[in-house]
């Protein structure tokens, strides 16, 4: 069994950059953890229920569970390991995989069904939920290696596809995501104006 702790990358291998640790979530961190997601919703113009975002963060032993395929990370440079300046979390998730069996659009269509009342969750297809990084440090490969720390985990607890959902609002979200090797599933016509991505991680 492998469980991802602690792990430090140079960030773009450059000397003139600083370090960053990727270690699992604390209760202490919890305020940071809400305080860039709110930014980052300032930041992009969206209009969310704060309060209620924040209280699916409430709970470090919840977020970062191994015994349950949950696991949570935050991002802290080396020098100060206390500071969060990214966030990144796993989930047991529904399989978006299987959204060919009853939707027929392609891509770049849109859909109205509701996927997430046609199946349970699913032990071998892990959520990526929570990929934030503080304004002031976007740029600098914290958000890979927070993903890179959440994917190696997903693979080590048995998760062999990862997905996520995420706002179109976010304007540079297919730059990211699709580099890291993840496919276009599916728009959704919702209130966070969501599209769907799905990884096979080859377990």
Known sequence: FFNVSVTT???????????????????????????????????????????????????????????????????????????????????????PYWFSEYCTQKPSESTTVDPWTKKEG??????????????????????????????DWARSVGYDKIWLETSRKFPTQDRFYTPHGFSYLLRLENEWEDDIYGKNLGN
């Not at 997601?37 to 209009?47: A, E, L, R, Y």
């Not at 409430?58 to 349950?68: D, G, I, M, R, Y």
């Open 122 to 151: 699913c032990t071998h297809a892990g959520e990526l939920i929570r990929l934030y990084v503080a304004k002031d440090k976007r740029g600098l490969g914290v958000g890979h290696q927070l993903f890179q720390s959440a994917e």
């Open 9 to 95: 990358y140079a960030l773009m291998q450059h000397r003139d950059k600083p370090s960053v640790v990727v270690r699992p979530i604390e209760q202490l961190d919890l305020p940071q953890c809400h305080q860039i997601i709110s930014d980052t919703m300032d930041d992009f113009g969206i209009k969310a229920n704060k309060a209620e975002l924040a209280e699916t963060l409430h709970s470090a032993t919840e977020l970062h569970n191994p015994a349950e395929k949950r696991g949570f990370w935050v991002a802290c440079l080396q020098n100060t390991p206390k500071t969060v300046i990214g966030l990144v979390g796993i989930q047991p998730g529904v399989d």
